[in-house]
Protein backbone atom coordinates (compact mmCIF):
# COMPACT_ATOMS: atom_id res chain seq x y z
CA UNK A 1 0.00 0.00 0.00
CA UNK A 2 1.15 3.29 -0.94
CA UNK A 3 0.71 6.74 -0.49
CA UNK A 4 0.94 8.79 -3.38
CA UNK A 5 0.48 12.67 -3.80
CA UNK A 6 2.37 16.22 -5.53
CA UNK A 7 0.30 19.22 -6.14
CA UNK A 8 -2.56 16.88 -6.67
CA UNK A 9 -4.79 15.44 -3.59
CA UNK A 10 -2.89 12.92 -1.98
CA UNK A 11 -4.41 9.84 -2.03
CA UNK A 12 -4.09 5.60 -0.55
CA UNK A 13 -3.96 3.15 -3.21
CA UNK A 14 -3.96 -0.60 -3.25
CA UNK A 15 -4.31 -3.53 -6.50
CA UNK A 16 -3.44 -3.17 -9.68
CA UNK A 17 -4.75 -2.27 -13.37
CA UNK A 18 -6.91 0.02 -15.25
CA UNK A 19 -9.87 -0.34 -13.68
CA UNK A 20 -10.53 2.00 -10.82
CA UNK A 21 -12.50 2.89 -7.47
CA UNK A 22 -11.94 6.51 -6.32
CA UNK A 23 -13.11 6.81 -2.90
CA UNK A 24 -14.28 10.12 -1.35
CA UNK A 25 -14.70 10.61 2.15
CA UNK A 26 -17.18 12.78 3.94
CA UNK A 27 -16.65 15.53 6.71
CA UNK A 28 -14.62 13.93 9.36
CA UNK A 29 -12.84 11.27 7.32
CA UNK A 30 -9.75 11.17 5.32
CA UNK A 31 -7.43 8.59 3.06
CA UNK A 32 -7.94 6.12 6.57
CA UNK A 33 -12.07 5.98 6.05
CA UNK A 34 -11.79 3.14 3.46
CA UNK A 35 -9.11 0.60 4.77
CA UNK A 36 -11.51 -2.24 4.57
CA UNK A 37 -13.00 -0.80 1.18
CA UNK A 38 -8.89 -0.73 -0.47
CA UNK A 39 -8.56 -4.68 0.61
CA UNK A 40 -11.30 -5.77 -0.43
CA UNK A 41 -12.18 -4.00 -3.93
CA UNK A 42 -7.94 -4.87 -4.39
CA UNK A 43 -8.93 -8.72 -3.36
CA UNK A 44 -11.71 -8.38 -5.84
CA UNK A 45 -9.41 -6.99 -9.08
CA UNK A 46 -10.10 -3.05 -9.20
CA UNK A 47 -6.92 -0.52 -8.58
CA UNK A 48 -8.84 1.13 -5.26
CA UNK A 49 -7.53 4.46 -4.16
CA UNK A 50 -9.33 6.79 -1.47
CA UNK A 51 -8.11 10.16 -1.07
CA UNK A 52 -7.83 12.77 1.21
CA UNK A 53 -10.12 15.62 0.18
CA UNK A 54 -8.25 18.84 -0.26
CA UNK A 55 -7.70 20.47 3.29
CA UNK A 56 -7.82 17.20 4.55
CA UNK A 57 -4.85 14.95 5.75
CA UNK A 58 -1.74 15.44 3.74
CA UNK A 59 -3.73 17.29 0.36
CA UNK A 60 -3.64 21.22 0.58
CA UNK A 61 -6.54 23.39 0.27
CA UNK A 62 -8.71 24.89 -2.01
CA UNK A 63 -9.89 28.24 -2.47
CA UNK A 64 -12.82 29.16 -2.64
CA UNK A 65 -13.62 26.14 -0.92
CA UNK A 66 -17.21 25.01 -2.48
CA UNK A 67 -18.15 21.65 -3.90
CA UNK A 68 -17.12 22.68 -7.64
CA UNK A 69 -13.65 23.48 -6.70
CA UNK A 70 -13.17 20.20 -5.13
CA UNK A 71 -14.49 18.49 -8.22
CA UNK A 72 -12.41 20.37 -9.64
CA UNK A 73 -9.79 19.18 -8.12
CA UNK A 74 -11.14 15.57 -7.76
CA UNK A 75 -11.30 15.90 -11.86
CA UNK A 76 -7.30 16.49 -12.29
CA UNK A 77 -6.16 13.67 -10.17
CA UNK A 78 -8.58 11.86 -12.56
CA UNK A 79 -6.95 12.63 -15.36
CA UNK A 80 -3.14 11.42 -14.33
CA UNK A 81 -4.81 7.85 -13.14
CA UNK A 82 -5.15 6.73 -16.53
CA UNK A 83 -8.18 4.41 -16.00
CA UNK A 84 -10.03 2.68 -18.45
CA UNK A 85 -12.99 1.97 -16.46
CA UNK A 86 -13.51 4.82 -13.41
CA UNK A 87 -15.94 4.51 -10.77
CA UNK A 88 -16.36 7.15 -8.08
CA UNK A 89 -17.33 5.67 -4.54
CA UNK A 90 -18.57 8.72 -2.46
CA UNK A 91 -19.91 8.88 1.15
CA UNK A 92 -22.07 11.21 2.47
CA UNK A 93 -19.71 14.93 1.17
CA UNK A 94 -17.77 12.66 -0.71
CA UNK A 95 -20.90 11.52 -2.62
CA UNK A 96 -22.05 14.96 -3.35
CA UNK A 97 -18.70 15.97 -4.45
CA UNK A 98 -19.17 12.99 -6.84
CA UNK A 99 -22.37 13.85 -8.26
CA UNK A 100 -20.68 17.21 -8.86
CA UNK A 101 -18.08 15.59 -11.11
CA UNK A 102 -20.85 13.54 -12.89
CA UNK A 103 -22.60 16.52 -13.68
CA UNK A 104 -19.75 18.64 -14.77
CA UNK A 105 -17.93 15.79 -16.75
CA UNK A 106 -19.80 12.78 -17.53
CA UNK A 107 -17.47 10.94 -19.75
CA UNK A 108 -14.91 10.18 -17.58
CA UNK A 109 -17.27 7.87 -15.59
CA UNK A 110 -18.18 4.38 -15.73
CA UNK A 111 -20.00 4.59 -12.48
CA UNK A 112 -21.11 5.85 -9.46
CA UNK A 113 -21.74 4.50 -5.45
CA UNK A 114 -23.19 7.05 -3.80
CA UNK A 115 -23.62 6.03 0.21
CA UNK A 116 -25.32 7.92 3.08
CA UNK A 117 -25.34 11.09 1.13
CA UNK A 118 -28.00 13.83 -0.57
CA UNK A 119 -28.18 15.57 -3.81
CA UNK A 120 -29.42 19.12 -2.20
CA UNK A 121 -28.71 20.40 1.45
CA UNK A 122 -31.49 22.89 0.84
CA UNK A 123 -31.47 26.60 0.34
CA UNK A 124 -27.93 28.12 2.26
CA UNK A 125 -30.23 31.04 4.11
CA UNK A 126 -32.70 28.72 4.91
CA UNK A 127 -33.65 28.32 9.04
CA UNK A 128 -32.76 24.98 9.18
CA UNK A 129 -29.32 25.38 7.58
CA UNK A 130 -28.81 28.44 9.66
CA UNK A 131 -29.18 25.71 12.69
CA UNK A 132 -27.63 23.42 11.51
CA UNK A 133 -24.01 25.80 10.91
CA UNK A 134 -24.76 27.35 13.87
CA UNK A 135 -25.04 24.07 16.01
CA UNK A 136 -21.61 22.76 14.83
CA UNK A 137 -19.69 26.08 14.52
CA UNK A 138 -20.67 27.40 18.09
CA UNK A 139 -18.31 25.02 19.52
CA UNK A 140 -15.43 25.92 17.50
CA UNK A 141 -16.01 29.15 18.35
CA UNK A 142 -16.09 29.21 21.91
CA UNK A 143 -12.46 27.20 21.93
CA UNK A 144 -13.40 23.37 21.55
CA UNK A 145 -11.51 21.37 19.55
CA UNK A 146 -11.86 18.68 17.06
CA UNK A 147 -10.66 16.22 19.65
CA UNK A 148 -13.31 17.79 22.04
CA UNK A 149 -16.33 17.49 19.71
CA UNK A 150 -15.33 14.17 18.03
CA UNK A 151 -17.29 11.55 20.30
CA UNK A 152 -20.38 13.78 20.58
CA UNK A 153 -20.46 13.81 16.52
CA UNK A 154 -19.62 10.27 16.23
CA UNK A 155 -22.29 9.42 18.27
CA UNK A 156 -25.15 11.00 16.42
CA UNK A 157 -23.54 8.91 12.83
CA UNK A 158 -23.61 5.18 14.21
CA UNK A 159 -26.40 2.81 14.92
CA UNK A 160 -27.22 1.51 18.31
CA UNK A 161 -24.81 -1.10 18.46
CA UNK A 162 -21.72 -0.37 16.38
CA UNK A 163 -18.52 -1.19 17.72
CA UNK A 164 -16.28 0.36 20.27
CA UNK A 165 -13.36 -0.01 18.20
CA UNK A 166 -15.50 1.70 15.42
CA UNK A 167 -16.48 4.64 17.72
CA UNK A 168 -12.81 4.57 18.27
CA UNK A 169 -11.24 4.91 15.10
CA UNK A 170 -13.77 7.49 13.63
CA UNK A 171 -13.31 9.78 16.97
CA UNK A 172 -9.78 9.82 15.91
CA UNK A 173 -10.53 10.47 12.00
CA UNK A 174 -12.39 13.23 13.22
CA UNK A 175 -10.26 14.67 15.81
CA UNK A 176 -7.53 14.74 12.97
CA UNK A 177 -9.68 16.91 11.01
CA UNK A 178 -8.17 20.88 10.47
CA UNK A 179 -10.31 23.05 12.39
CA UNK A 180 -10.60 25.50 9.37
CA UNK A 181 -11.84 22.43 6.85
CA UNK A 182 -13.67 21.59 9.12
CA UNK A 183 -15.43 24.99 9.45
CA UNK A 184 -15.17 25.40 5.24
CA UNK A 185 -16.95 22.13 4.63
CA UNK A 186 -19.73 22.57 6.82
CA UNK A 187 -20.37 25.99 4.28
CA UNK A 188 -19.88 24.12 1.59
CA UNK A 189 -22.30 21.38 2.13
CA UNK A 190 -25.44 24.16 2.53
CA UNK A 191 -24.68 25.13 -0.51
CA UNK A 192 -25.05 21.95 -2.78
CA UNK A 193 -27.82 21.50 -4.81
CA UNK A 194 -27.28 18.74 -7.73
CA UNK A 195 -30.97 17.63 -8.03
CA UNK A 196 -31.62 18.49 -11.45
CA UNK A 197 -28.62 16.42 -12.44
CA UNK A 198 -30.24 13.15 -11.36
CA UNK A 199 -32.17 12.44 -14.07
CA UNK A 200 -29.37 12.97 -16.36
CA UNK A 201 -27.29 10.80 -14.69
CA UNK A 202 -26.12 7.79 -17.22
CA UNK A 203 -23.90 5.45 -15.83
CA UNK A 204 -24.47 2.40 -13.55
CA UNK A 205 -25.60 4.01 -10.03
CA UNK A 206 -25.89 1.69 -6.92
CA UNK A 207 -27.41 4.02 -3.90
CA UNK A 208 -26.57 2.26 -0.34
CA UNK A 209 -28.43 3.88 3.07
CA UNK A 210 -27.39 2.60 6.74
CA UNK A 211 -30.91 1.70 7.69
CA UNK A 212 -30.63 3.42 11.02
CA UNK A 213 -28.99 6.68 9.72
CA UNK A 214 -30.31 9.59 10.65
CA UNK A 215 -28.39 12.00 8.49
CA UNK A 216 -29.78 10.44 5.17
CA UNK A 217 -32.31 8.56 5.99
CA UNK A 218 -33.09 4.96 3.69
CA UNK A 219 -36.63 7.05 2.97
CA UNK A 220 -34.99 10.11 1.39
CA UNK A 221 -31.67 8.19 -0.20
CA UNK A 222 -34.99 5.73 -1.65
CA UNK A 223 -35.97 8.90 -3.34
CA UNK A 224 -33.13 10.11 -4.38
CA UNK A 225 -32.18 6.70 -6.09
CA UNK A 226 -35.93 6.53 -7.88
CA UNK A 227 -34.35 9.78 -10.13
CA UNK A 228 -31.42 8.81 -11.41
CA UNK A 229 -32.40 5.83 -14.39
CA UNK A 230 -31.75 2.66 -13.87
CA UNK A 231 -30.11 3.23 -9.86
CA UNK A 232 -29.50 0.56 -7.73
CA UNK A 233 -30.66 1.29 -4.37
CA UNK A 234 -29.70 -0.66 -1.11
CA UNK A 235 -30.47 -0.36 2.44
CA UNK A 236 -27.47 -2.28 5.16
CA UNK A 237 -29.31 -3.54 8.06
CA UNK A 238 -28.19 -2.21 11.62
CA UNK A 239 -25.85 0.60 10.24
CA UNK A 240 -26.25 4.21 10.56
CA UNK A 241 -24.11 6.88 8.56
CA UNK A 242 -20.86 5.27 9.05
CA UNK A 243 -21.97 1.69 7.42
CA UNK A 244 -18.92 1.44 5.61
CA UNK A 245 -17.75 1.15 8.86
CA UNK A 246 -20.21 -0.03 10.89
CA UNK A 247 -20.81 -3.12 8.48
CA UNK A 248 -17.83 -3.49 6.43
CA UNK A 249 -18.53 -7.14 5.39
CA UNK A 250 -22.07 -6.08 3.98
CA UNK A 251 -20.55 -2.76 2.39
CA UNK A 252 -17.67 -4.73 0.77
CA UNK A 253 -20.06 -7.50 -1.05
CA UNK A 254 -22.61 -4.74 -1.84
CA UNK A 255 -19.98 -2.59 -3.57
CA UNK A 256 -18.21 -5.68 -5.36
CA UNK A 257 -21.52 -7.34 -6.61
CA UNK A 258 -22.74 -4.50 -8.76
CA UNK A 259 -19.36 -3.50 -9.95
CA UNK A 260 -19.19 -6.98 -11.12
CA UNK A 261 -22.60 -7.22 -12.14
CA UNK A 262 -22.80 -3.69 -13.94
CA UNK A 263 -19.31 -2.87 -15.03
CA UNK A 264 -17.79 -6.00 -15.78
CA UNK A 265 -15.24 -5.29 -18.43
CA UNK A 266 -16.91 -7.28 -20.99
CA UNK A 267 -19.82 -5.59 -20.36
CA UNK A 268 -19.05 -2.10 -20.16
CA UNK A 269 -16.65 -0.40 -23.73
CA UNK A 270 -14.18 2.56 -21.51
CA UNK A 271 -15.59 5.96 -21.80
CA UNK A 272 -14.42 7.79 -24.80
Request: proline share 7%.
Amino acid sequence: MTIVGTSLPYYLEEGLGERVVLMLHGIGGGHQAFGPQLRALAAGGWRALAWDMPGYGYSRSVSPYTIETLAMSCLELIDVLEADQLVLLGHSMGGMIAQEVAARAPSVLAGLVLAGTTAAFGKPDGQWQRAFLSERLAPLEAGRSMADLAPGIVKGLVGRDADPEVLRIASASIAAVPPASYRQALLALVEFDRREALASLAVPTLVVAGALDQNAPPAVMEKMAARIPGAQFAVIPGAGHLMHWEEPEAFNRLVLEFLDQSLASDRLAPAP
